[in-house]
Protein backbone atom coordinates (compact mmCIF):
# COMPACT_ATOMS: atom_id res chain seq x y z
CA UNK A 1 0.00 0.00 0.00
CA UNK A 2 1.22 3.92 -1.00
CA UNK A 3 2.55 6.12 1.55
CA UNK A 4 -0.25 8.53 0.60
CA UNK A 5 -2.78 10.02 1.58
CA UNK A 6 -6.25 9.66 -0.84
CA UNK A 7 -7.46 13.45 -0.25
CA UNK A 8 -5.03 15.32 -0.20
CA UNK A 9 -2.10 13.11 -2.08
CA UNK A 10 0.90 13.91 0.25
CA UNK A 11 3.15 11.47 -0.06
CA UNK A 12 6.87 10.87 1.43
CA UNK A 13 9.46 13.75 1.26
CA UNK A 14 13.22 13.63 1.05
CA UNK A 15 15.95 15.76 2.73
CA UNK A 16 19.03 15.48 5.16
CA UNK A 17 20.04 14.31 8.15
CA UNK A 18 22.24 16.61 9.62
CA UNK A 19 24.36 15.47 12.12
CA UNK A 20 26.43 17.98 14.83
CA UNK A 21 29.43 17.75 12.85
CA UNK A 22 27.47 18.89 10.13
CA UNK A 23 27.13 15.46 8.01
CA UNK A 24 24.51 15.13 6.10
CA UNK A 25 22.74 11.66 4.98
CA UNK A 26 19.60 11.56 2.97
CA UNK A 27 16.57 10.49 4.81
CA UNK A 28 12.75 10.28 4.05
CA UNK A 29 10.02 12.24 6.02
CA UNK A 30 6.62 10.34 5.79
CA UNK A 31 3.63 11.40 6.12
CA UNK A 32 1.58 11.10 9.21
CA UNK A 33 -1.12 8.80 7.31
CA UNK A 34 -3.66 7.26 10.29
CA UNK A 35 -7.10 4.52 8.73
CA UNK A 36 -9.95 6.80 9.22
CA UNK A 37 -13.84 6.30 8.80
CA UNK A 38 -15.57 9.54 8.35
CA UNK A 39 -19.02 9.89 7.51
CA UNK A 40 -20.84 11.04 4.48
CA UNK A 41 -24.41 12.61 5.41
CA UNK A 42 -25.02 11.94 1.54
CA UNK A 43 -24.50 8.91 1.50
CA UNK A 44 -25.90 8.30 5.04
CA UNK A 45 -22.60 5.54 6.02
CA UNK A 46 -19.35 6.13 6.88
CA UNK A 47 -16.18 5.74 4.56
CA UNK A 48 -12.74 3.96 5.45
CA UNK A 49 -9.66 5.67 3.88
CA UNK A 50 -6.30 6.04 5.06
CA UNK A 51 -5.46 10.29 5.43
CA UNK A 52 -2.77 12.46 6.97
CA UNK A 53 -3.35 14.06 9.76
CA UNK A 54 -3.32 17.35 7.73
CA UNK A 55 -6.07 16.07 5.67
CA UNK A 56 -8.48 15.08 8.43
CA UNK A 57 -8.18 18.41 10.32
CA UNK A 58 -9.00 19.63 6.82
CA UNK A 59 -12.24 17.75 6.21
CA UNK A 60 -13.35 18.74 9.98
CA UNK A 61 -12.70 22.19 8.98
CA UNK A 62 -14.45 22.49 5.80
CA UNK A 63 -17.76 21.09 7.65
CA UNK A 64 -17.43 17.35 6.93
CA UNK A 65 -16.42 14.64 3.81
CA UNK A 66 -19.25 16.02 1.88
CA UNK A 67 -17.80 19.67 1.51
CA UNK A 68 -14.33 19.16 1.15
CA UNK A 69 -14.92 16.36 -2.12
CA UNK A 70 -16.86 19.33 -3.35
CA UNK A 71 -14.14 21.83 -3.08
CA UNK A 72 -11.22 19.15 -3.70
CA UNK A 73 -9.25 18.86 -6.95
CA UNK A 74 -9.79 15.59 -8.66
CA UNK A 75 -5.98 15.25 -9.27
CA UNK A 76 -5.28 15.29 -5.80
CA UNK A 77 -7.58 12.49 -4.96
CA UNK A 78 -7.05 8.56 -5.48
CA UNK A 79 -9.27 6.35 -7.55
CA UNK A 80 -11.48 5.49 -4.63
CA UNK A 81 -12.01 9.28 -3.43
CA UNK A 82 -12.61 10.22 -7.09
CA UNK A 83 -15.38 7.39 -6.78
CA UNK A 84 -16.49 8.37 -4.05
CA UNK A 85 -17.18 12.22 -4.57
CA UNK A 86 -18.78 11.32 -7.98
CA UNK A 87 -21.53 9.20 -5.94
CA UNK A 88 -22.02 12.05 -3.73
CA UNK A 89 -22.40 14.40 -6.61
CA UNK A 90 -24.53 12.07 -8.26
CA UNK A 91 -26.76 12.00 -4.60
CA UNK A 92 -26.95 15.76 -4.42
CA UNK A 93 -28.03 16.64 -8.18
CA UNK A 94 -31.48 17.58 -8.57
CA UNK A 95 -33.56 15.25 -10.22
CA UNK A 96 -35.12 15.82 -13.34
CA UNK A 97 -38.75 16.66 -12.68
Do not use: W
Request: net charge positive.
Amino acid sequence: MARRCELTGRSPQSGNNVSHAHNKTRRRFLPNLQETSLYSETLDRTVKLRLSVYAIRSVEHRGGLDRFLKKAKADDLSLRARRLKRQIEKAQAPSPA
